[in-house]
């Protein structure tokens, strides 16, 4: 049983303001939804007629994380062998971003695993392309000569002789 002065004090400990503050994301910015769904229309934009398939835009997505990746791409574009082959990472935050960009009717799904830019998908392209945004990553896939084709990326990420 909890006496009148036990009650007395826990009324005093619980008896504080309450601050309410905004806190940080705990989501790093790169994952963020509002960041990858432009960067998913420029992937797009990069692959071949302007469609792309899955694994496509996971080895596109993988290859603006880091310059060395977007290198090891050159260099296998350009037939050279590299003996420590990179691993292509899947994330999952694509996938969220896809979805999301489909919902927002700037992708739209042409099979199962080709996603291809809408009209309106296409006019946010043309200002991202012109404005000072992902200039990192615009300049990375600008070192990826042309247009990403579905045969390289399956012979990026099977390893098939």
């Known amino acids: 049983m909890t006496t009148s ?18 806190q940080p994301d705990p ?3 790169s994952l963020r939804p509002d ?19 899955w694994k496509g835009l996971q080895l596109l997505g993988w290859a603006v994380r880091d310059t060395k990746n977007a290198q090891l791409i050159i260099a296998l574009r350009s037939n050279i062998d590299i ?3 990179p691993v292509v990472r899947f994330e999952p935050a694509l996938d969220r971003a896809i979805d999301l960009a489909i919902g927002l009717s700037l992708l739209e799904q042409k099979s199962p695993r080709v996603f291809r830019l809408t009209n309106a998908g296409k006019a946010l392209v043309q200002l991202l392309e012109t404005s000072n945004t ?12 042309g247009k990403v084709t579905q045969r390289e990326v399956d012979r990026l990420l099977e390893w098939r002789e």
């Open 83 to 85: 003996p420590d082959r």
């Open 27 to 29: 989501l790093p910015a």
């Open 5 to 22: 002065t036990e009650l007395a004090l826990i009324e005093q400990l619980l008896d504080i303001p309450v601050d309410f503050r905004r």
């Open 35 to 53: 960041r990858r769904v432009p960067l998913l229309l420029l992937l797009v934009a990069k692959s071949h007629g302007s469609g792309a398939s």
């Open 134 to 145: 992902f200039s990192t990553e615009r300049e990375t896939l600008g070192r990826l000569r």
